[in-house]
């Protein structure tokens, strides 16, 4: 069985405690998968993790400080071993600024749907974010892109990162471009 590694957000109940978080919809969505959860912590086997799992997958959610550096780390290790990485919303932005692509802040994208293009066709994606790629980084292939000529989608290698929340799709499609199946 194959084996996929997960970021978690960091969320917060109202006190003092912190929990990584991981969205169910990745239950669905790698079904035939074993799935590990990345927790936010400098002490642990990045080397191993890498080793032992065959796709990194960069969730949505916060920017907490230590999760930036937990999947930094696990960015570069995946990178050495020429696995491949997923980045869904916030992992997709952090790839993008890592890889020196370039972001705005957007109003309106957040809890709603809007109409993205993919190989000349339109389709509506769920929107979870206030940000948006005006510029892939460098050498990758746009892949979608939406009704404000936004980047939605971009692939590079075997790196592909959508800007829509897969793992949220209600109708269980779990779409992603047909470029996704050459990263599994």
Not at 144 to 151: L, S
Request: aromatic residues 10%; negative net charge; glycine residues 8%.
């Amino acid at each position: 069985m194959k084996k996929v590694l997960i970021s978690t957000r960091t969320l917060n109940n109202g006190s003092e405690f912190q929990f990584d978080a991981l969205e169910r919809g990745f239950f669905k969505m790698f079904r035939d998968w074993d799935i590990t959860a990345l927790h936010n912590k400098a002490n642990q086997n990045f080397i191993d993790l890498a080793a032992t799992h065959d796709l990194l997958v960069l969730s949505g959610g916060d920017d907490h400080p230590q999760r930036l550096l937990t999947e930094i780390e696990m960015i570069k290790q995946f990178r050495q071993r020429k696995k491949p990485i997923l980045g869904i919303c916030h992992g997709t932005f952090l790839l993008t600024q890592l890889w020196g692509g370039k972001l705005i802040a957007v109003e309106g994208h957040r809890r709603t749907k809007h109409a993205i293009y993919y190989k000349g066709t339109e389709m509506q994606m769920n929107s979870y974010h206030g940000s948006a790629i005006t510029e892939a980084p460098e050498g990758a292939d746009v892949l979608v892109t939406d009704q404000d000529g936004y980047i939605e989608s971009w692939m590079s290698g075997n790196t592909l990162a959508v800007v829509w929340h897969p793992e949220r799709d209600i109708e269980n499609s779990h779409w992603m471009p047909e470029e996704y199946q050459s990263l599994l």
